[in-house]
């Protein structure tokens, strides 16, 4: 058998494995519902200045996302408010 190798973050991955525990039923069912409230399934195309698209993707990169997830989330809590 041939063996694997597994890359740092593979390793890394392998070793908190056992940081995860099994839930019940229902908070399965409550973690599959919140998953599928934040599928992105529609395109929205929007235009916005310069000035504020820059402004977002700096106050993105100092959260470590992508400026798209960041101004996504940034509608999602507005809808939901």
């Not at 694997?4 to 229902?26: M, S």
Request: glycine share 4%; hydrophobic share 40%.
């Amino acid at each position: 058998m041939r063996k694997v190798r597994l890359t740092r973050e593979e390793r890394a991955i392998e070793q908190t494995l056992d940081e995860f525990v099994p839930v019940g039923p229902k908070e399965f069912a409550e973690i599959a519902q919140a998953i599928a409230f934040r599928k992105k399934d529609a395109v929205l195309n929007i235009r916005i200045s310069r000035y504020d698209l820059e402004h977002l993707k700096q106050k993105a990169g100092k959260l470590g996302i992508r400026y798209q997830t960041f101004i996504s989330e940034i509608l999602r809590r507005l809808a939901h408010a």
